[in-house]
């Protein structure tokens, strides 16, 4: 298949850029994090995603959603990585919405509507240290009543602070299993985040939470089913998020060489720079390519979907790394200043990185995979 959007996908990226640019330039970010805004996000501009038909890309037709596929998600998150802009979309419309479109009860579906409108926001709670372990995963749910108790701590639950319902993660006697839980419920404590990119996320304690049966999404024992395909789709998206910061960093560079004079020159006319930008080319349009295989992969039901995107996710983090610390090398240093705003697309690409897996963590996996 070719590494090219089609025809509808790029009016999709025209349309998702222009809303962004006109409701969510970068001064968007920079007054929520300096107004110091409790939610850290705009509830309007969540429900505009809605009007779009953005926060519906995956849900399927019958609950609200466009019924679209992996690729024209990964072009929205793409546009949001070039804008930066503080969204539940990742959560709430990626993780969230695949759960339960995959094996959620009808009952637990009639969030997808909620979601797709843009007025309900959801949380995926799986992590629980400073790193992504899927595999490590230590709540616990043991049988309590007709139901289940659950206890243990989640982390980087992202926009978890503001979310009207949470899918968290337990071990069973069964196996890892996932629970519909309301945040409301005694026990369950959220404490907001604020991340070093001014986005989002919440530390998440569960106390002796109860919770009836009907909370379990899909069978008991039956979350990693669930959850490897969320995950990978979600990987793949982060991809595209880091491809869209890192390629706008880069834009953001290319404007500076042609403009910023040293020695009488602009210095976009020195080699040494004209190498970088070069290379820096190139990579981010591997990271492009990696990460549209992937989302193609995961659409098209392949068997190695789930290690296309590992791919895409350790490709595009380092090249989108390259390519913001390029940007405050070019500038002089001062682009770490606020004034300058490739230092927010670095801080950005550092959080996306550590999101659902690092460069090494997929590295590590994809060596595993062939045996080594």
Known sequence: MPLILTEEQTMLQDAADGFLAEHAPLDHLRKLRDDRDPDGLSRDLWRGFGEMGFAGVLIPEAHGGLGLGAVEAGVIAESLGRSLTPSPFMGSAILSAKVLSDGGSEVQQAWLPRIAAGEAVLSLAIDEGAKHAPSRITARAERSGNGFRLNGAKALVLDGHIADALIVAARAEEGITLFLV??????????????????????????????DADAVIGAVGGGEALLNPALALGRACAASTLTGAGDQAFKITLEYLRTRKQFGRLIGEFQALQHRAAHLYTELALARAATLAALQAIDAGRDDADLAASVAKAKAGRAA?????????????VGMTDAFDVGLYMKRVRVLNELLGDAQFHTERLARSQGF
């Open 182 to 211: 309301d945040p409301k419920t005694d026990g369950v404590a959220v404490e907001r985040t604020v991340m070093v990119d001014a986005h989002n996320a919440a530390r998440v304690t569960l106390t002796d939470v109860e919770v």
């Open 321 to 333: 790394e390259l390519a913001v610390q390029e940007a405050v090398q070019m500038h002089g240093g």
